[in-house]
């Protein structure tokens, strides 16, 4: 530990240094604040959805071309690992359109300053949590 820490830390000041990859990567030591991860998971949705877009609309055409290649597919549909990607997806879905409602508020100078912002984040993580529960009873048939 460096004398500048010491003495900081004599002083009772917090000690202000750079994190790097380690302290970020180790989950006990640096907590992530709840923006941060909203902003990280919009980043990984939306890239997950561009992804998944070209197989989601063969998908779809091949669904709509005639009564058996739709019989097929929810056949394929049934299926509890297609299940799962499906509930992937639309937690991708989810929550990158409840991240884009509170992008959508920034931009128009609402709920800006470090506490609201908390705040919404933790209320897009709610929703989008709760509403791909919801998703994922009606997909596998509990209601």
């Avoid at 990567?25 to 939306?46: D, E, F, M, N």
């Avoid at 997950?48 to 197989?55: A, E, K, Y």
Wanted: aromatic share 12%; with cysteine.
């Amino acid at each position: 530990m460096s004398e500048a820490v010491r003495e900081a830390q004599k002083k009772g000041r917090p000690v202000i240094r750079n994190v790097d990859f380690g302290d970020i990567t180790y989950r006990g030591y640096y907590k992530q604040p709840p923006s941060a991860l909203v902003s990280i998971l919009h980043r990984v949705s939306g890239a997950g959805l561009f992804l998944f877009m070209p197989f989601l609309l063969y998908l779809f055409q091949e669904s709509v071309r005639s009564e058996i290649s739709f019989a097929h597919f929810a056949g394929v549909v049934g299926h509890p690992l297609s299940k799962l990607i499906i509930l992937g997806l639309s937690w991708a879905y989810l929550h990158h359109f409840c991240a884009g409602i509170r992008h959508l508020f920034m931009d128009n100078h609402i709920a800006l300053d470090k506490d609201d912002s908390q705040k919404t984040a933790r209320w897009v993580l709610t929703i989008s949590l709760a509403l791909t529960v919801l998703v994922a009873l009606k997909l596998f048939g509990v209601f």
